[in-house]
């Protein structure tokens, strides 16, 4: 049977990014995204509902994401959900979603950066950064992102 688990966000970093290392030495960075979508609700009164997505970025792509990121730029994060459980100081069970990044792109500079776990999707990335780079009004459209 056929399975998928890909997650795609554009959004702003909300939180500078934090970068540990495992007991095996390999870091990992963690930070947040905040994603926003407004709409216009039957009693007419426009609202904006804003979404936020922890992501978690390994080794290399950790690296660069921990150098290059900072709170409040613009991003494009593709990877996978994953839902981590853990017990808490205090017994209770815990758990938490957060996408498990493989690919992220800066998109707030007309010099789009990006950053993958493979090469060969590195060459494409940088193609889709420049599309969203050149952006004149700064908003996104559906036409904007090449896939």
């Given at each position: ?7 795609m ?30 709409y216009?609700?039957p009693e ?22 921990n ?18 459980t ?10 938490r979603?957060?996408?498990?990044a493989?690919?992220v792109?800066?998109?707030d500079r007309?010099e ?9 999707e ?10 969203i ?13 090449q896939?």
């Amino acid at each position: 049977m056929v399975s998928l688990n890909k997650v795609m966000i554009i959004g702003n970093v909300g939180t500078e990014p934090e970068m540990r290392f495992t007991p095996n030495g390999n870091p990992v960075t963690s930070f947040r995204v905040a994603t926003n979508r407004v709409y216009t609700p039957p009693e007419g009164e426009r609202r904006r509902e804003t979404e936020w997505f922890g992501v978690v970025a390994w080794n290399k792509l950790a690296e660069q994401c921990n150098q290059f990121l900072a709170k409040g730029r613009l991003v494009y994060v593709e990877g996978r959900l994953h839902t981590r459980t853990w017990e808490s100081q205090d017994g209770q069970k815990r758990s938490r979603s957060e996408i498990v990044a493989n690919r992220v792109i800066f998109l707030d500079r007309r010099e789009a950066t990006s950053f993958s776990e493979e090469a060969t999707e590195e060459a494409a990335g940088e193609a889709i950064g420049e599309t969203i780079g050149e952006t004149d009004t700064g908003e996104l459209g559906p036409g904007d992102i090449q896939f």
